[in-house]
């Protein structure tokens, strides 16, 4: 069953620093999603983006996070100026439409340690 | 925005006896509410998802309901197992269809 696959399984970065992340939806999907969960917390909505662009994003979503689709495979999620509370596990998921009546799949996470 | 509540305490049931989770959310009905399975350092899974003019769903040993009056939504597995033990999280999509609200999971702990 194709899954989406997301690298790093873990990252560890200074703060201030730079971190791109990385997630492969599924080939036939068209819509794709960055969630995060800091340790014991719930699921947080952070970005939606479909045909190139972003749908919508969460108050998180500050002017430090960017995605992009560079080419046909790839969904990035880019923190510019690393913070110690961006440290959580960041989720991609992706999903065939952008209504509810479609699950969404996730992929199992980059777990982002700030030191 | 939406605000989704379910039981932050675990639950502990015995094995073969029935597990049922509890989603209550505040603002507006959605159009569509999903369930997901979360096991500990991986990613959510989906397991139903039931539309608003529905008012039961079943696969296997998975029930889901929604009272759109109550605003809320039971999850129900029968006949549960060991393997079922784990964070069950309710989600919900934004008015517009392009946000998604996740409660903050209740843990299942079945004991054999």
């Known amino acids: 069953e194709p899954e989406v696959t997301q690298t790093p399984s873990h990252q560890v970065t200074q703060m201030g620093q730079e971190v791109i992340l990385r997630c492969v939806p599924i080939?036939?999907?068209?819509?794709f999603y960055w969630y995060r969960q800091i340790l014991g917390q719930k699921v947080e909505f952070l970005v939606s983006?479909?045909?190139?662009?972003?749908?919508?994003k969460s108050e998180i979503f500050d002017d430090q996070f960017s995605v992009e689709r560079p080419d046909g495979s790839n969904f990035t999620l880019k923190i510019r100026s690393t913070k110690l509370e961006d440290s959580a596990m960041y989720f991609c998921?992706?999903?065939?439409?952008?209504?509810?009546?479609?699950?969404?799949?996730f992929g199992d996470g980059t777990r982002l340690s700030i030191l | 925005s939406q605000k989704i509540e379910q039981n932050s305490e675990a639950l502990n049931i015995q094995e073969g006896k029935t597990a049922t989770l509890t989603c209550n959310y505040t603002?507006?009905?959605?159009?569509?509410l999903q369930w997901y399975r979360q096991d500990p350092g991986r990613g959510p899974v989906f397991l139903l998802l039931?539309?608003?003019?529905?008012k039961e769903k079943r696969k296997e040993r998975l029930k889901v309901t929604f009272d759109t009056t109550l605003k809320q939504s039971l999850f129900h597995i029968t006949a549960s197992q060991p393997a079922d033990s784990a964070t069950y999280l309710c989600?919900?999509?934004?008015?517009?269809?392009?946000?998604?609200?996740f409660g903050s999971g209740t843990k299942l702990n079945v004991k054999p």
């Open positions: 989600a919900l999509q934004s008015y517009d269809f392009n946000k998604f609200y």
């Open positions: 983006f479909y045909n190139n662009e972003i749908s919508e």
């Open positions: 998921a992706s999903s065939e439409e952008g209504t509810g009546n479609q699950p969404q799949h």
């Open positions: 603002n507006y009905s959605p159009a569509y």
């Open positions: 080939s036939n999907h068209l819509y």
């Open positions: 039931i539309r608003e003019n529905e």
